[in-house]
């Protein structure tokens, strides 16, 4: 089993920025691809972005590209998304998940765990 925890979420106006952080425990942080979705009021669970274990390969959404960064730190036990440049659209709860897997995945069925989410709102 693997929790995750994430946390760094608000309120933010356009423009600005934000970073998320999400906690992991349990069996070895390392071991797993990392991924963070989002998901809006009404809409499906969108890809935001992906890590691979060493954190050498990221993937991101279309949507994101540019203005967002995945990271990971192993010895924190920790994965974090960088968001800049923020947009109204980009309101939603954020969600991260692990997958025991050595290539990072942008499907969300591929994710074996999930944490709780965190809420972030941008105003226009």
């Known amino acids: 089993q693997v929790q995750l925890v994430e946390s760094g979420g608000g309120l933010v106006q356009a423009g600005g920025s934000l970073r998320l952080s999400c906690a992991a425990s349990?069996?070895?942080?390392?071991?797993?691809?990392m991924g963070w979705f989002r998901q809006a009021p009404g809409k499906e669970r969108e890809f935001v972005a992906a890590?691979?274990?060493?954190?050498?390969?990221?993937y991101y959404g279309d949507s994101v590209k540019g203005r967002f960064t995945i990271s990971r730190d192993n010895a924190k036990n920790t994965v974090y998304l960088q968001m800049n440049s923020l947009k109204p659209e980009d309101t939603a709860i954020y969600y991260c998940?692990?997958?025991?897997?050595?290539?990072?995945?942008?499907?969300?069925?591929?994710?074996?765990?999930w944490g709780q989410g965190t809420q972030v709102t941008v105003s226009s």
């Open positions: 349990g069996r070895t942080f390392s071991n797993y691809a």
């Open positions: 998940a692990a997958a025991n897997s050595i290539l990072p995945n942008t499907r969300f069925n591929q994710y074996d765990y």
């Open positions: 890590i691979n274990w060493r954190g050498g390969i990221t």
